[in-house]
């Protein structure tokens, strides 16, 4: 069953009229097109009973198509209303609306109260829950996705450890790996790439600037790229010549509370068992106050999506889910070291889709 | 007066009990903060007659501080509901709230359905207009601002032609621009940043690629920062190597219809006719087809905003109103060429923020 087929199921259950789906990351989960409209009115309509269609700028209709997505596409121009042509498009399938399921966590007001207008004794529902309760869970297809961008993260942080050397700034390694990456055909990162080095791998906020490589540094990376839609998220931290043994332990300490968290992983199993398992590796090595943030977030067309993987999240895992799991330890007077791997959630345990290795890299200086 | 005043005295006009801001750019025009919140909630409510106050994550309330913001800043956890802490906060003001202002165009149906059963009987009105209003026209701060991030667009473009040699491709062009950027100390990049070469001059979709720089190609680079949070935005197209006569006139072309818009500028002048003026210089030298998009668009702590420069909008220009000026002739046959400043309505005229040569720039081999 495909995505839009699941909606109109959905439809049908609920004896709902028509889906309109607002959120630009949800229009690319049901219809395969991607766009970023800002002001302008972007949708799906989907019906209980006749064909959908795409709701974008004109310019756009092209790109619609282009994508395989076969059904109606209608354009609107910055010149005309675009619920007109929406209402249009309504009226040529003949249906009757007498209700509508939207996002009420993503519509406007502003857009809200015009299809309150123009869809007179109409009700509202809420489609937030059922499309959350479909993008938990990835298909096939999906993890094929993940896989390759979680492929393409391994190897950004390969190319970061290659780029290192004494006297280089980290806005020099972080462009050296942007460059690469686009060469591989990423168009966008997932999100700002982070190279942090020495002190500034402590700090939380950090920003990567003119900081040069020293011997005895920790270099932090963590980075990502969108494949296909689907977003990679890794973190990896290495060191620039021979660590201290505080660094050693610190090192150690955040790998064996990630694997603890991953060796867990599994269908049913609550989220927050794995936060607490990993959390109870690090307090128990004395490094508590410095474990700062939740252990990880789900992964998929967004970069942080649901679930989050809290200590107080009792939702439980199910095979399909893909998520984070970055515990770190942020030392101000040692060192700071977060390791992350994005997992999967098999029939019986978990897939862990970046592979780089996980043993301390010792890079020479 | 500033902007929180403006707030304030529009509130007592209205009188209107509270207005809720929660735009991230409006959230940074009126109190200085900046934050991506994602799902979380973050806000600035101001009362006709009581101290405002920020909401925000718990963890960035030490941020919200160290922007020079001298009033409340309550944080919320993720664990707990920010509605509770918003109601908290209102009650320690001992205020009595009937109406609350709100951003309809970006308020969600959620966070407004849940406002309703917390402000029961309550009036909720439109902020929409006063804000737009009131962000269309910079002040003199902000004006120093958009002068400095031009400025550096300016620099952007100079490093771009420096880069600029045979067999380089257009994503090495591309990376060392941002990396001098970053070096300059600026963190974001308005947009993605263009450089396309040849053919892909005439493409309005093109993407920075693998393509090389050959003698014969026109290089177009549309580029902006963010400095201080506001955007500039330009666009310059050189030669590499002696252009052909067709080259040289489609450039020559774009040139006077660019140099026509910006010497209507002044107060008093209608957006369309500034978007008429160049068309027509484009049209009558027989390139009207290959003019597909607007003339420009405003230009402030967004990179694009009100007002849009189109051959229909009768907006009327005011003194502090910024926009780009950015006419483009894309012939498949020939080339591409667009030039784009950012301009200020003055009192009596205009100011061109970017200071870059529009005479055609012609890079030897």
């Known amino acids: ?12 259950e609920q004896n709902t009229d028509a889906a309109f789906i607002t959120t630009p990351d949800n229009v690319f989960y049901i219809s395969g097109f991607r766009s970023e409209p800002h002001e302008r009115l972007l949708g799906v309509m989907v019906f209980k009973e006749a064909e959908p269609f795409v709701i974008c700028p004109l310019m756009e209709v092209p790109d619609v198509q282009a994508t395989g997505w076969a059904y ?6 910055d010149t005309e209303d675009a619920w007109d042509v929406v209402i249009k498009a309504i009226q040529r399938r003949d249906v009757t609306i007498n209700s509508i399921a939207i996002e009420k966590s993503h519509l406007t007001v502003e857009r809200f109260e015009r299809m309150e207008e123009l869809f007179e004794n109409t009700t509202f529902t809420n489609l937030d829950h059922q499309l959350n309760r479909m993008r938990v869970i990835k298909d096939e297809d999906e993890l ?7 492929e393409l993260a391994d190897y950004a942080i390969e190319v970061g450890c290659r780029e290192i050397a004494e006297g280089k700034t980290e806005l020099e390694i972080l462009t050296a790996i942007e460059l690469e990456m686009k060469k591989k055909g990423v168009h966008k990162m997932s999100f700002d790439t982070m190279v942090l080095s020495g002190p500034k791998t402590a700090s939380p906020h950090g920003v990567p600037g003119d900081r040069k490589i020293q011997k005895g540094d920790f270099i932090l990376f963590d980075l990502g790229v969108i494949y296909n839609g689907y977003c990679s998220d890794i973190t990896r ?5 021979e660590p201290t043994e505080a660094q050693r332990i610190i090192y150690e300490t955040v790998k064996e509370a990630e694997q603890t968290a991953v060796d867990l992983v599994r269908p049913g199993v609550m989220a927050k068992e794995l936060d607490q398992a990993a959390r109870d590796v690090i307090t128990e090595a004395g490094y508590g106050e410095y474990f700062t943030h939740r ?28 998520f984070t799991i970055e515990p770190g330890i942020y030392d101000p007077k040692v060192t700071g070291v977060r390791i992350e791997d994005d997992v999967a959630v098999t029939a019986d345990g978990v897939e862990i889709l970046t592979k780089l290795p996980k043993e301390l890299q010792i890079i020479e200086p």
């Not at 069953?1 to 049908?12: D, F, R």
């Not at 931290?237 to 010549?241: I, Q």
Request: hydrophobic content about 40%; proline content about 2%; cysteine-free.
């Open 1 to 12: 069953m495909t995505k839009l087929q699941e909606i109109q199921k959905y439809l049908q």
């Open 72 to 77: 109606g596409a209608v354009g609107h121009e």
């Open 144 to 150: 094929i996705h993940l896989r390759k961008a979680a």
């Open 237 to 241: 931290t290495v060191a620039f010549g």
């Open 295 to 322: 252990l990880g977030h789900g992964l998929g067309i967004s970069v942080h999506e649901f679930p989050s993987i809290t200590g107080t999240n009792e939702f439980v895992l199910e095979e399909g889910m893909v």
